[in-house]
């Protein structure tokens, strides 16, 4: 079955610290792979996706991911965190044909002064 | 930008009620979505709809619920006989073409 594995469920990094959110698939299809944040009372914002060609995707707001099919893995990247950059984020894959994400558990993301 | 809105914001209602949730999705976009979060867990599929029809739907999503674009612009999910474990976020999204879904805040529900 298809499914979607954040195994930090919260992380707390510094402020100008660099980050790095796990995301694990399984699909048995090529995958269109996708990151979105979730800031307190907001909806799901779309930071960057993947879905062929170059393995490393750049997105909003600084972020990066890069895909690894060896590791089924699609880890989100940030150099430099900001204190605005503390929200929920959530990895997710598209099932094609039935045109639905299927979501992690989401990570926590606090950031220290 | 355009954006994905949903009312109300929080909806509070007792066992057995029914409820009616409210999204305006992006006015050009073509596919449309209803997702749910129950407090602590993951956000799930429940419904896609395009060309005013449902065209995927998850297990979750039983006779009770239903959903609807009655005018163009809203896109609807109702909840005939709400049951406590239906307390959850739920959130609307919608998609013009290319994979791309854009969600709203979310409507918290919260059924007594």
């Known amino acids: 079955a298809q499914s979607v594995t954040q195994p930090d469920i919260h992380i707390t990094v510094s402020e100008g610290a660099s980050l790095e959110l796990r995301c694990n698939y399984s699909?048995?299809?090529?995958?269109?792979l996708f990151w979105y944040v979730q800031s307190p009372g907001q909806g799901l914002q779309l930071l960057l996706k993947y879905f062929s060609g170059d393995t490393l995707v750049q997105g909003i707001k600084g972020f990066e991911a890069e895909f690894k099919r060896s590791q089924s893995s699609f880890n989100l990247r940030k150099p430099s965190v900001h204190w605005s950059d503390a929200a929920e984020y959530f990895c997710a894959v598209l099932i094609e044909g039935a045109q639905k994400l299927v979501f992690g558990q989401g990570t926590r993301l606090t950031i220290n002064p | 930008e355009p954006e994905v809105t949903q009312t109300p914001s929080h909806q509070v209602t007792q066992m057995g009620q029914e409820v009616i949730l409210r999204c305006v999705p992006i006015s050009n976009h073509l596919y449309f979505y209803w997702y749910r979060q129950i407090l602590g867990q993951k956000v799930e599929f429940l419904v896609s709809f395009y060309n005013n029809e449902i065209s995927e739907k998850s297990e979750i999503f039983d006779d009770q619920f239903s959903v609807e674009r009655p005018d163009g612009s809203n896109f609807t999910l109702k909840i005939r006989s709400t049951k406590l474990e239906d307390s959850a976020m739920y959130f609307c999204?919608?998609?013009?073409?290319?994979?791309?879904?854009?969600f709203g805040p979310g409507t918290r529900l919260t059924v007594t």
């Open positions: 999204a919608s998609e013009l073409a290319g994979y791309e879904q854009y």
């Open positions: 699909y048995g299809a090529t995958p269109y």
